[in-house]
């Protein structure tokens, strides 16, 4: 209830539009799931876990870093799985364009059996459709301590729609751009 309720606030408290140097909110709603080994998935009750939705803010902060909070469920699925992330994205200075690469490090809380931390490493891209839409895909590898029984490290995939309340301009000329 308390994760819920932070959603809400948060929602209700941003700000959204396209982001880059001048318009720096985006959000996201995506499918995820968490892929465990065979052999851990026959101690955790599966390999595989659906994730749906996951949602995400982001805030382009300055020079290609982005922070990125976001969080998902497990909704249809047998296993508990709850993850809070929070991320830092460079994306190599490529805010303004319409395929925009990343790399990401960060951590999360996942709340399964018990709730366990994880450092997080990752790759993604976003490319942008429309001046208001964009498809977002995301790999991260959430390294979780052996100490921690409850949890495995684990790849978390992810593929959804980025939405922006402020047209991004899809065909930027070269006095566009913030040198």
Do not use: C
Request: aromatic residues 14%.
């Amino acid at each position: 209830m308390k994760i819920n309720s932070l959603v809400f606030v948060l929602f209700l408290s941003l700000s959204l539009s396209s982001q880059n140097f001048d318009s720096k909110w985006t959000v996201g709603l995506s499918l995820a799931s968490a892929k465990y080994t065979d052999f851990q998935g026959k101690i955790l009750g599966g390999s595989f876990v659906n994730q749906s939705p996951r949602i995400n803010v982001s805030k382009y902060l300055l020079k290609g870093f982005i922070a990125d909070v976001g969080l998902s469920t497990a909704i249809f699925d047998t296993q508990k799985y709850t993850t809070l992330d929070a991320v830092i994205r460079y994306d190599f200075r490529a805010s303004s364009d319409n395929v925009v690469p990343y790399l990401l490090i960060g951590g999360s809380v996942v709340s399964a059996i018990k709730s366990t931390p994880t450092l997080n490493f990752g790759v993604g891209n976003t490319f942008w459709l429309k001046p208001n839409y964009g498809v977002n895909l995301q790999l991260i590898y959430k390294y979780s301590e052996a100490k921690f029984e409850s949890q495995y490290s684990h790849f978390y995939p992810s593929i959804g729609l980025v939405y922006s309340l402020e047209p991004r301009n899809m065909n930027p000329r070269i006095w566009d751009r913030k040198h």
